[in-house]
């Protein structure tokens, strides 16, 4: 198993635990099917870059994954390089809600940095964005996330999915308490 196909199915394994006490929660467990080497080469074509080759690998084995954290969706190559999507990340940036100063508008009429937007909620309360601007030899973009007004950086695809599974670790620590407390304790 390669090492990203084990961090999807520890980031399932520990999703699947967090449903079996919270069923609720807007969580989906299955990644879509592959896409072809077409449709990510259409979907660089647009974006106008090269995506990192983890996230190549990913959309090679699923093409985009709805809801897969928080109800965030990961993107498919249908999605990638779509404005609305840009839009999200540029209204991060204008109202100043990034995880670094040097993403923040000192100005109005400020640039704004080119990231690539890979993953967002409907209500836009999370954004997962490459940054090309910061790259490792092998090509890996710095990930840049938001998690409702909280801005996480990680240097990679595998250590952002890393992070997704260290989140739903400690959320599922928590319920986990919750569900070992008394009635009592839990009701009062």
């Known amino acids: 198993m390669t090492e990203l196909a084990e961090l999807v199915a520890r980031l399932r394994a520990v999703q699947t635990e967090i449903l079996r006490l919270?069923?609720?929660?807007?969580?989906?467990l299955v990644p879509n099917p592959g896409a072809s080497a077409e449709a990510i080469a259409a979907a660089e074509a647009r974006l106008g870059l090269a995506l990192p080759p983890?996230?190549?690998?990913?959309?090679?084995?699923?093409?985009?994954w709805p809801r897969c954290f928080d109800g965030a969706s990961l993107l498919g190559t249908a999605c990638l390089g779509n404005r609305t999507y840009e839009d999200f990340a540029r209204a991060a940036f204008a109202a100043a809600e990034t995880p670094e100063p040097e993403f923040a508008p000192h100005v109005r009429d400020r640039q704004f940095p080119r990231v690539i937007p890979?993953?967002?909620?409907?209500?836009?309360?999370?954004?997962?964005?490459?940054?090309?601007?910061?790259?490792?030899a092998d090509?890996?973009?710095?990930?840049?996330?938001?998690?409702n007004e909280l801005g996480m950086r990680r240097?990679?695809?595998?250590s952002f999915?890393?992070?997704?599974?260290?989140?739903?670790?400690?959320?599922?620590?928590?319920?986990?308490?919750l569900a070992a407390q008394p009635a009592m304790l839990r009701a009062g």
């Open 155 to 158: 240097d990679s695809f595998p």
């Open 118 to 136: 890979f993953g967002v909620d409907l209500q836009s309360t999370t954004l997962f964005a490459f940054n090309p601007r910061v790259r490792d």
């Open 54 to 64: 983890s996230y190549r690998a990913f959309l090679r084995s699923y093409d985009g």
């Open 161 to 177: 999915l890393e992070m997704l599974i260290e989140l739903c670790d400690c959320e599922l620590e928590g319920h986990q308490a």
């Open 22 to 28: 919270r069923p609720f929660r807007d969580v989906g």
């Open 139 to 147: 090509g890996e973009y710095e990930v840049i996330a938001w998690v």
